[in-house]
Nanobody
Framework: QVQLVESGGGLVQAGGSLRLSCAAS????????MGWFRQAPGKEREFVAA???????DYTDSVKGRFTISRDSTRNTVYLQMNSLKPEDTAIYYC????????????????????WGQGTQVTVSS
């Protein structure tokens, strides 16, 4: 059974840090394009960060320099390190995966992903 399970969310003050984890089962994460998305109340789900084979990554502009996506292939886990958090980062964060294709850019659109986790809440207080 293919499953993505996020963890690591919580409540943090502005300027603080959190590390989200996404444990993948039933798939080999290194063969997949892995992404993080978020959805704030009343807003559409938006791209945050993604990683594909070869260590290629992409980030939305608002998190560049603050967030880092990484993988641990031995644990089949993807991480999102979030530093210098802001109240506008408050959202439910979702992990997503889609099979990686060599030579294709990092995928950043929600419709490009077919596997999703259940989400983890991140709340940043001012």
């Amino acid at each position: 059974q293919v499953q993505l399970v996020e963890s690591g969310g919580g409540l943090v003050q502005a300027g603080g840090s959190l590390r989200l984890s996404c444990a993948a089962s039933g798939v080999t994460s290194r063969r997949y394009n892995m992404g993080w998305f978020r959805q704030a109340p009343g807003k559409e789900r938006e791209f945050v960060a993604a990683s594909k084979s070869g260590g290629i990554t992409d980030y939305t502009d608002s998190v560049k320099g603050r967030f880092t996506i990484s993988r641990d292939s031995t644990r089949n886990t993807v991480y999102l390190q979030m530093n210098s958090l802001k109240p506008e980062d408050t959202a439910i964060y979702y992990c997503a995966a889609t099979f990686d294709v060599m030579g294709v850019r990092v995928k950043t659109r929600t419709y490009e992903y077919d596997l999703w986790g259940q989400g983890t809440q991140v709340t940043v207080s001012s």
